[in-house]
């Protein structure tokens, strides 16, 4: 069954205040994606993200298991590719760690 992915790309930014010398307590800023199928597969949904400050690893927000079970899966480390992924993390047992590399 070929199955059609939608894929939602959200910009966000998350920052603490500034201190007396104008530097951020915290600041993350990158892109979150929401990968989707809908109809066509049960609605199966991954959610990954890239942080501005290393483009080159992608994260998913999903335990390992899902991530290598999901139908969605090429499709979206195929995506992260193509947006500058040479490294995508998953969540495990220990936390998040390389689940593929493009090494």
């Not at 600041?27 to 990954?48: Q, V």
């Not at 690893?57 to 590719?81: I, M, W």
């Not at 993390?89 to 998040?96: D, I, V």
């Amino acid at each position: 069954m070929m199955i059609t992915v939608e894929v939602i790309v959200e910009h966000f930014r998350d920052a603490g205040e500034r201190d007396a010398n104008g530097d951020w307590g915290y600041f993350y800023e990158g892109d979150l994606f929401t990968f989707s199928a809908g109809a066509n597969c049960d609605s199966a949904s991954l959610k990954a993200r890239i942080y501005s400050d290393v483009p080159n690893r992608a994260s998913f927000l999903e335990l390992q298991e899902k991530v290598e079970t999901s139908p969605l899966t090429d499709e979206a480390v195929g995506y992260l590719r193509s947006r500058g992924a040479t490294e995508i993390h998953c969540l495990g047992p220990g936390g998040y760690s390389v689940w593929w590399s493009a090494d």
